[in-house]
């Protein structure tokens, strides 16, 4: 299907998320839709388009005939929220959740001149829609009477005409939602509450009584989402719930993230397309997330859900692939434990990374042909110097084999105080377990030897130190950041 590019906030996009736990029909056998729209032209070509999600798509695409009577017909449309789209892109959704609908308006306000003439649902949906309109004008010319308030008690009355006016508003969907119980249109109004705030219980203080609030709200954000209810997808409800639970109702961090998206995956095994979609969603949202550790969710998603087999719709070959970044990922996630790497070291004795005592250690992949290693690399060492008295050691692992040029690279950059180390015959596979496929590449493991940090340049590898030993931030060299880009993702050949 093509996407149908257009976005809109309009009314129906206020409307979050479903009522109900019955399973009603979710695909239409059969359908016949018609529409006649005042200014439309003869040979003006008019679409059918359906949500996905938080997109849009292109469903059918027909000429106005003579007479101005557009139709679409077919057989197995999935329910949901579908849009007619006039030249100009402009358009109105209606519920497609009944076999026939028409439907007559015109171009010079489409929803509130609208004509429901076959169509239950759209009859009590248009109503409500046009309803909702008039308060909101209302609302605008009340707002306005504010500018010329002199007083408080005047602005106080024009706040309790608008505190009004949205009782009202309340009300009035209460009753719709009551007196059509088991309609798709009563699912929706239903569906565009969200919790109240609670009381604090007494005796809290302020901050406590506001933490308290917040974690009661966010646990009653999803009480309305009826997951096991496919026709969901076909509207922008079930996606946008999931980002603003995920991006606003979580601290961001990837553990606590993880721990929303799992609220979320439980109730989305209600229905095997919600679930799909779910999967989807969520492990498109971190699959190239810039955030640093904030590929643990990533991995997370892949792992649970795909490597798994829980992804079912998955070919061979995209499942292949997941796998492939997934176990690239895995072993240098935050907070997981780095793996140990035996090497031998310039003097040509053994060492491991486990084997060095320090409190921070920074653990470098470089390569002594590589423009900004050695650019970064005499870098590393003036920061060494700074930070080994607060227990900062180096463990730099080349990625290349010359001996002599990597030897001869140590000692013209002054890295002799680094602990420094080579794979010889690559038998340890640090590629894999570090993902490097560029160099240079930074981790800070702490003094357990896991990953705090990971791809850091030196000057956000200053920042992270200063900040685990409550240093002032460091202020960033003008152009710094320009010249790393130059060099960023060289190749480490190997």
């Given at each position: 299907?093509?996407?149908?590019?257009?976005?809109?906030?309009?009314?129906?996009?206020?409307?979050?998320?479903?009522l109900?736990?019955w399973?009603?029909?979710?695909?239409?056998?059969?359908?016949?839709?018609?529409f006649?729209?005042k200014?439309?032209?003869?040979?003006?070509?008019?679409?059918?388009?359906?949500?996905m999600?938080?997109k849009?798509?292109?469903?059918?695409?027909?000429?106005?005939?003579?007479?101005?009577?557009?139709?679409?017909?077919?057989?197995?449309?999935?329910?949901?929220?579908?849009?007619?789209?006039?030249?100009?892109?402009?358009?109105?959704?209606f519920?497609?959740?009944?076999?026939k609908?028409?439907?007559?308006?015109?171009?010079?306000?489409?929803?509130?001149?609208?004509?429901?003439?076959?169509?239950v649902?759209?009859?009590?949906?248009?109503?409500y829609?046009?309803?909702?309109?008039?308060?909101?004008?209302?609302?605008?010319?009340?707002?306005?009477?504010k500018?010329?308030?002199?007083d408080?008690?005047?602005?106080d009355?024009?706040?309790?005409?608008?505190?009004?006016?949205?009782?009202?508003?309340?009300?009035?969907r209460?009753k719709?939602?009551?007196?059509?119980?088991?309609?798709?249109?009563?699912t929706?109004?239903?569906a565009s509450?969200?919790?109240?705030?609670?009381?604090?219980?007494?005796?809290?203080?302020?901050?406590e009584?506001?933490?308290?609030?917040?974690?009661?709200?966010?646990?009653?954000?999803?009480?309305?989402?009826?997951?096991?209810?496919e026709?969901?997808?076909?509207?922008?409800?079930?996606?946008?719930?999931?980002?603003?639970?995920?991006?606003?109702?979580?601290?961001?961090?990837?553990?606590s993230?993880?721990?929303?998206?799992?609220?979320?995956?439980?109730?989305a095994?209600?229905?095997?397309?919600?679930?799909?979609?779910?999967?989807?969603?969520?492990?498109?949202?971190?699959?190239?997330?810039?955030?640093?550790?904030?590929?643990?969710?990533?991995?997370?998603?892949?792992?649970?859900?795909?490597?798994?087999?829980?992804?079912?719709?998955?070919?061979?070959?995209?499942?292949?692939?997941?796998?492939?970044?997934?176990?690239?990922?895995?072993?240098?996630?935050?907070d997981?434990k780095a793996?140990?790497?035996?090497l031998?070291?310039?003097?040509?004795?053994?060492?491991s990374?486990?084997?060095?005592?320090?409190?921070?250690t920074?653990?470098v992949?470089?390569?002594?042909?590589?423009g900004?290693?050695?650019?970064?690399?005499?870098?590393?060492?003036?920061l060494?110097?700074?930070?080994?008295?607060?227990?900062?050691?180096v463990?730099?692992v080349?990625?290349?084999?010359?001996?002599?040029?990597?030897?001869?690279?140590?000692?013209?950059?002054?890295?002799?105080?680094?602990?420094?180390?080579?794979?010889?015959?690559?038998k340890?596979?640090?590629?894999?377990?570090?993902?490097?496929?560029?160099?240079?590449?930074?981790?800070?493991?702490?003094?357990?030897?896991?990953?705090?940090?990971?791809?850091?340049?030196?000057?956000?590898?200053?920042?992270?130190?200063?900040?685990?030993?409550?240093?002032?931030?460091?202020?960033?060299?003008?152009?710094?950041?320009?010249?790393?880009?130059?060099?960023?993702?060289?190749?480490?050949?190997?």
């Amino acid at each position: 299907m093509m996407r149908f590019s257009t976005v809109r906030k309009g009314f129906l996009l206020l409307l979050l998320v479903v009522l109900g736990s019955w399973l009603p029909a979710q695909k239409l056998a059969t359908y016949d839709y018609s529409f006649k729209v005042k200014g439309l032209a003869e040979g003006d070509t008019c679409m059918l388009a359906y949500y996905m999600g938080s997109k849009q798509y292109i469903k059918d695409t027909v000429v106005v005939p003579k007479g101005g009577l557009v139709t679409f017909k077919g057989k197995d449309l999935d329910a949901g929220i579908y849009l007619f789209v006039v030249p100009g892109m402009k358009y109105f959704e209606f519920l497609a959740v009944e076999p026939k609908v028409a439907l007559e308006t015109d171009l010079a306000n489409m929803v509130s001149l609208m004509k429901v003439k076959t169509s239950v649902e759209n009859t009590i949906f248009f109503d409500y829609l046009k309803f909702i309109e008039g308060k909101q004008k209302e609302a605008e010319a009340i707002k306005i009477t504010k500018v010329d308030c002199k007083d408080q008690a005047c602005k106080d009355a024009v706040d309790a005409a608008l505190l009004k006016l949205d009782g009202d508003v309340k009300t009035y969907r209460n009753k719709v939602i009551g007196d059509n119980k088991g309609k798709f249109v009563s699912t929706l109004l239903y569906a565009s509450q969200e919790p109240e705030v609670a009381k604090a219980p007494d005796g809290m203080s302020a901050e406590e009584a506001k933490n308290y609030q917040f974690r009661k709200y966010k646990s009653e954000y999803l009480q309305f989402v009826d997951f096991a209810d496919e026709r969901m997808l076909r509207t922008p409800i079930v996606q946008n719930k999931i980002k603003e639970y995920l991006n606003r109702l979580t601290v961001q961090h990837p553990d606590s993230i993880i721990l929303s998206i799992e609220d979320i995956m439980v109730r989305a095994q209600a229905n095997p397309e919600v679930f799909k979609f779910c999967v989807i969603t969520i492990t498109n949202m971190w699959s190239n997330s810039k955030q640093m550790c904030f590929d643990k969710i990533y991995v997370h998603m892949a792992g649970s859900y795909y490597v798994s087999g829980r992804a079912t719709w998955v070919d061979s070959t995209q499942l292949g692939k997941i796998k492939d970044r997934y176990y690239k990922m895995l072993y240098n996630t935050c907070d997981r434990k780095a793996v140990n790497l035996v090497l031998q070291d310039d003097h040509e004795k053994q060492v491991s990374l486990y084997g060095v005592d320090a409190k921070y250690t920074v653990l470098v992949f470089w390569a002594w042909d590589c423009g900004h290693c050695k650019k970064e690399m005499p870098q590393l060492v003036e920061l060494y110097k700074a930070y080994k008295q607060y227990g900062v050691k180096v463990f730099a692992v080349s990625t290349k084999e010359e001996i002599d040029k990597w030897k001869e690279f140590i000692k013209e950059k002054g890295m002799e105080d680094f602990t420094n180390a080579v794979d010889v015959g690559n038998k340890t596979n640090f590629r894999v377990f570090y993902d490097i496929y560029s160099t240079p590449v930074i981790y800070l493991l702490d003094q357990d030897k896991r990953i705090m940090a990971k791809r850091l340049d030196i000057f956000n590898l200053k920042k992270y130190l200063n900040h685990e030993l409550g240093l002032p931030e460091p202020v960033e060299e003008p152009g710094s950041h320009d010249e790393k880009l130059e060099d960023e993702n060289k190749p480490d050949e190997h």
